[in-house]
């Protein structure tokens, strides 16, 4: 099915990363780990992490400063600001308020949503929806995440794989814009999925309405995350590619038509894998899961910014976003910058 044109596009982009940063080497003094391993495994070689003082809010606003500035969008035009994390500031209330406060936006619906890795994804979905109602113009969207705090520090297995950090994007409608290469600019295609069969794998035990927190489930790092890698990682390669063909043929385009893809940051083996089952150029990937890790919701957006900043994805370039994480949820999206 053929999308006659596209409702919202990207006015502007924008990120923040914290300024200290976490060598596997370092890692290795904490856990029984190595730099060889982790890199060998996952791609990463460092990953950026926040001071005590930081919370989720002050990394979301400084991105979201970045993307109005680059969109040329005063704060006080955000019609809809929309949060994607599963590290708030505080469980009540949303981390969106304390961002919607920071920037100094006018009194808008701002919230959270979590969708984990696949966050920024379902955030596009949304926006671009509210977009095609006219119910709004102008929709900041925020991936951010501050997984150092969530991370168990004693357990290899997962703290080697996080970072923290943020990436924003300004939605507006796509109207007649044209790229300098003759492209109509804008969201595509959209397609997002979530299924709780391996709600467990990557997940958080205590500390919400099930398991409310207690000193023994802390002594038993039961409120930080635990994760079943290899469940993840099969269905990951699985449904970033499915997710991928659809929002493909619902834009009526080929792998060939894509100039970038901007894979979720998760592991290089996985992207690998996934973009060879789609059949595409693994020159037209983009990467940087070496300097960041896994940065979650945060990871598209982070990825996306820097490309554009660095002049590697220009105006006109077609990209393919492509996320997938705890719930399991999952989701893609097809731009035209
Ligand atoms: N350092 C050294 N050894 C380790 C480490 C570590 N950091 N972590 C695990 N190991 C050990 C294991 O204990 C195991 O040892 P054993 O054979 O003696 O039991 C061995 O390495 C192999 O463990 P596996 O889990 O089989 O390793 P695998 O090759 O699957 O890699 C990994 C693990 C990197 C987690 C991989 O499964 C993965 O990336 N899965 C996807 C998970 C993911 O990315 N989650 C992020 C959130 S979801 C998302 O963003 C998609």
Known sequence: ????????????????????????????????????????????????????????????????????????????????????????????????????????????????????????VYGLTIADQFIASGAAKRVLVIGVELLSRILDWKDRTTCVLFGDGAGAVILGPAEESTAANGKRQGLLATHIQSDATLAQSLWIPAGGTRLPITAALIDEAENKVHMKGQDIFKVAVKNLFSSSKKVLEKSGLGPDDIDWICPHQANLRIIDSAVNMLGADKEKVLVNIDRVGNTSSASIPILLD????????????????????AGISWGAAIVTI
């Open 306 to 325: 820097e490309s554009i900043r660095s002049g590697k994805v220009k105006s006109g370039d077609t990209v393919l976003m492509c996320a997938l994480g």
């Open 1 to 120: 099915m053929n999308r006659p044109a596209p409702v919202s596009r990207i006015l502007g982009t924008g990120h923040y990363l914290p300024e200290k940063i976490v060598t596997n080497d370092e890692l290795s003094t904490y856990v029984d780990t190595s730099d060889a391993w982790i890199q060998e495994r996952t791609g990463i070689r460092q990953r950026h992490v926040a001071e005590p003082a930081i919370a989720t809010s002050d990394m979301a606003a400084e991105a979201a400063k970045r993307a109005l500035e680059a969109a040329g969008v005063a704060a006080s035009e955000i019609d809809l600001i929309l949060v994607a994390t599963v590290t708030p500031d505080h469980q009540l209330p949303a981390t969106a308020v304390f961002v919607q406060q920071k920037i100094g936006a006018g009194p808008v619906p701002s919230l959270d949503l979590a969708a984990a890795c696949a966050g920024f």
